[in-house]
């Protein structure tokens, strides 16, 4: 009996669906590359996001406590300045005046 007979459209439909195949495969490994890599970037940029939003919060809280700094040492510094009025009318008088002096320097220049 003789051999089954091989027909060349055969072959090339054969390829022609191996080809599909094969190729539909690589768009699957690609796409699912794609999403892997994109959960990636966007666990990266949560994180980004969580850190940039520690350090906001770090800087605000530093702020605040200079700012508090700042207010204590402005009311120490009024209290020195009414208490140096008080017992000292002249001398205080004659600092202010060489401060004046020095400032007015120093904006002419």
Do not use: C
Request: hydrophobic residues 40%; charged residues 25%; aromatic residues 4%.
């Amino acid at each position: 009996m003789p051999a089954a007979q091989s027909y060349p459209h055969d072959d090339t439909h054969d390829m022609k669906h191996r080809a599909k195949a094969a190729a539909s495969d690589v768009a699957s490994q690609v796409a699912d590359k794609a999403a892997e890599y994109a959960s990636k970037a966007s666990q990266q940029v949560e994180s980004a996001l969580e850190g940039a939003d520690a350090t906001v919060r770090s800087v605000a809280s530093q702020g605040r406590e200079a700012g508090e700094r700042v207010q204590e040492v402005a009311g120490n510094l009024k209290g020195a300045i009414d208490k140096s009025v008080k017992d000292q009318p002249m001398a205080t008088l004659a600092i202010v005046g060489a401060l004046g002096f020095v400032l007015g320097a120093i904006w002419k220049s």
